[in-house]
């Protein structure tokens, strides 16, 4: 079946601009997962969604970066005003959220370059 | 201090050698707990679970300590393709955080 998908693979803009990447979810997952990866580092975590409510925003960095899930499947997470300090790979990973021990599986994540 | 810990290394081995991670973790209420296998430039895949009772896929086994709050992941019989790096992750209800990952290269 479909596995997570994240648009786009890629994305160059410049400082100060805005941007949005999204995450279509698999399907029937309920739990949608946003974490950040920077060269030689593990994921950080930014947010997690249960359902269309952000059951925890404590890694987001900052109030430049939101993210939305209104419909309790695709995700957008977006950046006002990007400095150059956000380039990063951000991952989106989903789970079934049924049960605690449910894996998460991610996307192949977004590379994101601030210039 | 990070919620999840990990040697960085890298640990460089030759193919069929023994190689062990160890991963430690602060929140004693975490509830699960996983390896995570990440390439290159690729997004990180189960590799998988850590159960109470210790765990074995294969050549991988994982074991989990509570009272120390580490797990461990030990890879027998080290093969060219297992070069990657291993993130261990650690789930309290739906809470999933990474450590930093461990570097392996297995060299000819």
């Known amino acids: 079946g479909a596995g997570v998908s994240q648009t786009p693979s890629n994305k160059v803009t410049e400082k100060g601009k805005y941007v949005e990447l999204r995450c279509d979810p698999i399907s029937g997952h309920t739990a949608l997962y946003w974490y950040r990866q920077s060269l030689g580092q593990g994921p950080e975590f930014l947010i997690y969604f249960q359902g269309t409510g952000a059951a925890d925003d404590s890694g987001l960095p900052n109030d430049r970066f939101f993210a939305v899930r209104p419909e309790g499947s695709v995700s957008t997470l977006k950046i006002q005003r990007t400095e150059r300090g956000d380039s990063a790979v951000y991952l989106c990973a989903s789970s079934s959220g049924t049960f605690g021990d449910s894996p998460l599986h991610f996307g192949n994540g977004t590379r994101l370059t601030v210039t | ?108």
């Open chain 2, 1 to 108: 201090r990070k919620e999840v810990e990990q040697d960085p290394g890298p640990f460089n081995v030759p193919e069929g050698a023994t190689v062990a991670f160890n991963c430690t973790y602060s929140n004693s209420a975490s509830q699960s707990f996983f390896w995570y296998r990440q390439d290159c430039r690729k997004e990180p895949k189960l590799l998988m679970s850590v159960y109470s009772s210790g765990n074995e896929d294969g050549r991988f086994t994982a074991q989990l300590n509570r009272a120390s709050q580490y797990i461990s992941l030990l890879i027998r019989d080290s093969k060219l393709s297992d070069s990657a790096t291993y993130l261990c992750a650690v789930k309290k209800n739906n809470d999933m955080r990474f450590g930093a990952g461990t570097r392996l290269t297995v060299k000819p």
